[in-house]
């Protein structure tokens, strides 16, 4: 018996780094995942390797900052699985680290729109599913860079601040109604995230200092493996809680 059997997890950014990572132990617990990535040979290896080792999984592709497609996802699992009890919403995108005085129109608006209006989506869109069943967990990837201003660019850094307040929000707001809402932050972790870094930039210059406060960079299965706990019944009391995975890093 797995702690997820017979539940249905939506995972975004599921075909890579993080988000892969929890959707092989979601499945390895039992639930039936629903891996959502805007690049499709990635939802579908995820799901395909998922369903070779005996698992559940069903691929969504699409670009989740699109209202359309976060529509599709959900009401295609509400039709074919009859429920929803566990989002993980991981996609993310970095930035080039530049600084207030530096960034673009299309940097700023294209993180804002990944990194958190896809989350707000989602989130709208799945919790009015749970609290109609009185149940389910929400989980964010957030980010060093909800914790403190020096651990990326500025557009990056407002769009994880942002999930913070997302998650806090929602963990108030259905308090005793069966939803619970978590993120963690993770420091570095190896996975495939683009890092675009504009060479010239003084946002760049002035954060190599902070960045060598890294340490070690993490797998993925480490991030992971506190995110299904948050997602498990076994965290059925811990709901607003933002959870540093840095090794220690936000503690310097
Ligand atoms: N890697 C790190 O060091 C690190 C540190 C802190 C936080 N994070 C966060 O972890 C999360 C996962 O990133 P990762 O490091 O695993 O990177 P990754 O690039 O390996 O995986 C991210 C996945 O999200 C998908 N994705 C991106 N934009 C999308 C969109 N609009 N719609 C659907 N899917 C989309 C990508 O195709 C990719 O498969 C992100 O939110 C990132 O900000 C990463």
């Known amino acids: 018996m797995g702690s997820f059997d017979g539940k249905v997890a939506i995972v975004t950014g599921g075909g890579s780094g993080i988000g892969r990572a ?3 132990q979601l499945a390895a617990e039992g639930a039936h995942v629903v891996v959502a990535d805007l690049k499709a040979e990635r939802a579908q290896g995820v799901a395909d390797e ?5 698992g559940a999984a069903t691929a969504q592709v699409g ?3 699109d209202p359309a497609v976060v529509t599709r996802v959900v009401e295609e699992t509400i039709g074919t699985r009859g429920q929803i009890d566990v989002l993980v919403a991981n996609a ?4 080039d680290m530049s600084g207030p005085d530096e960034v673009s129109d299309e940097i700023w608006e294209r993180l804002l729109r990944v990194n958190l209006t896809a989350p707000f989506l989602l989130t709208r869109a799945v919790s009015r599913h749970m609290l109609a069943r009185g149940r389910g967990a929400i989980v964010y990837t957030d980010s060093e860079a909800g914790l403190r201003g020096s651990a990326a660019g500025t557009a990056y850094s407002v769009s994880k601040h942002g999930l913070v307040g997302l998650m806090r929000s929602g963990a108030v707001l259905f308090r005793n ?3 619970r809402v978590n993120a963690v932050a993770p ?3 190896m996975t495939n995230l683009e890092v675009h870094m504009n060479m010239e930039s003084e946002g760049l210059k002035a954060l190599g200092a902070y960045q060598s406060g890294i340490g070690r960079v993490a797998q993925p299965e480490e991030v992971a493996a506190v995110i299904v706990f948050l997602a498990s019944d076994a965290a059925s009391n811990v709901s607003g809680a933002l959870v540093p995975v840095d090794n220690g890093w936000s503690a310097s």
């Open 22 to 24: 929890v959707c092989l």
């Open 50 to 54: 998922i369903q070779g080792a005996g």
């Open 63 to 65: 670009d989740l900052s």
């Open 92 to 95: 993310g995108i970095m930035d």
């Open 177 to 179: 109604r069966g939803v």
């Open 187 to 189: 420091g570095g972790v």
